[in-house]
């Protein structure tokens, strides 16, 4: 495989992560989340959202290139909010997504994208519930599960809290 290096997003790579994203979604959720959900992903829309977020300062956007390709991503905050876990904001960062193409799937991208998006600080992230890859993953970061449950909004899977401190 190519040699990879991390790089901030910018907006010429919107489009791209949105299409990384999606495709990310598929490759790992074929057989966890409904079919319809997967094949009603719309690239313009998400690439939207992303340049929202992007453009906002507020998230931490890393991406992971292969050449000139993007492979993956991740993005974190420098709060955590969780209304509808009962819990206040707090200062901890949250990492709100983490993708990885499958075929850089234990290459040490994703390693790299999570110490970009969220360095070493207390943290917290959603994940799904039937899920053992990336609860094994999180859990090598040093993450734990915390007990809190919701149902995601999107795909109405249930999702863990999961909570990681200082490094």
């Keep these: 495989m190519a040699d990879w290096r991390i790089a901030p997003l910018t907006a010429t790579r919107v489009t791209e992560l949105a299409a990384c994203h999606i495709a990310s979604w598929r490759e790992a959720y074929g057989t966890l989340v409904p079919a319809h959900i997967l094949d009603?992903?719309?690239?313009?829309?998400?690439?939207?959202?992303?340049?929202?977020?992007?453009?906002?300062?507020?998230?931490?956007?890393?991406?992971?290139?292969?050449?000139?390709?993007?492979?993956g991503f991740a993005a974190g905050t420098n709060s955590a909010r969780h209304?509808?876990?009962?819990?206040?904001a707090s200062t901890e960062a949250e990492l709100e997504a983490l993708y990885v193409r499958s075929a850089w799937?234990?290459?040490?991208?994703?390693?790299?994208l999570i110490d970009a998006a969220v360095p070493g600080s207390p943290c917290t992230l959603w994940v799904f519930a039937d899920y053992p890859r990336a609860?094994?993953?999180?859990?090598?970061?040093?993450?734990?599960?915390?007990?809190?449950?919701?149902?995601?909004?999107?795909?109405?899977l249930p999702e863990q809290l999961w909570r990681r401190a200082r490094r």
Excluded at 105 to 112: R, Y
Excluded at 135 to 156: M, V
């Design 83 to 88: 209304p509808e876990a009962g819990l206040p």
């Design 135 to 156: 609860h094994a993953f999180y859990r090598r970061h040093g993450f734990t599960d915390t007990g809190i449950r919701r149902t995601d909004p999107f795909t109405l």
């Design 40 to 71: 009603g992903f719309d690239l313009e829309r998400s690439a939207i959202t992303w340049e929202r977020r992007r453009a906002g300062g507020r998230h931490q956007l890393p991406v992971a290139l292969a050449g000139d390709r993007l492979i």
């Design 105 to 112: 799937h234990g290459t040490g991208v994703a390693d790299a």
